[in-house]
């Protein structure tokens, strides 16, 4: 197994995780600081989906940060397997509620007429844009680890 951009250990695999981290966080952030994305099912998945999101490229990113300290390669067959199936299930969740909250934010707020609350709804478009580039992210993650799994 070869050492290419994106893989665990390296410096761009790092980057990837810590961009993934900071634009869901930034999504929860958005849509949280608006007083009713309760009222929305799809808003409430983003969040659980941007949750989880969180939680595992932390993990991954604190994983690559010790492997580059310690100059240790993560192409374990085990670890790859883990990190595939874990890259794939937050893609697809990360996906999925992007785009159920993008779909209930252009019927509101377009398709229904005009927002009457225009600073909310520009927090909505700000954390929907925001899960996008996370899943952005992680699926190039997702290919990469794909990749790496079916090179070695």
Known sequence: ????????????????RL???????????AMTTTARFFNFTAFCYLIASMGLQIIWSFGLTLLDAY??????????TVMLILFVVGDWVTAILSL????????????YF????????????????MSVALAFFSWITIAISSLIMLWLLAAG
């Open 96 to 107: 999925a509620a992007a785009s159920a909250s993008a779909g209930i934010t252009v019927l």
């Open 110 to 125: 377009y398709d229904f007429g005009s927002c009457s609350f225009e600073r909310e709804c520009q927090k909505y478009q």
């Open 1 to 16: 197994m070869r050492d290419f951009a994106g893989t665990p250990g390296t410096l761009t695999g790092l980057a990837l």
């Open 19 to 29: 961009l993934q981290c900071v634009f869901a966080a930034g999504s929860i952030a």
């Open 67 to 76: 492997a580059l300290v310690r100059k240790k390669t993560l192409h374990n």
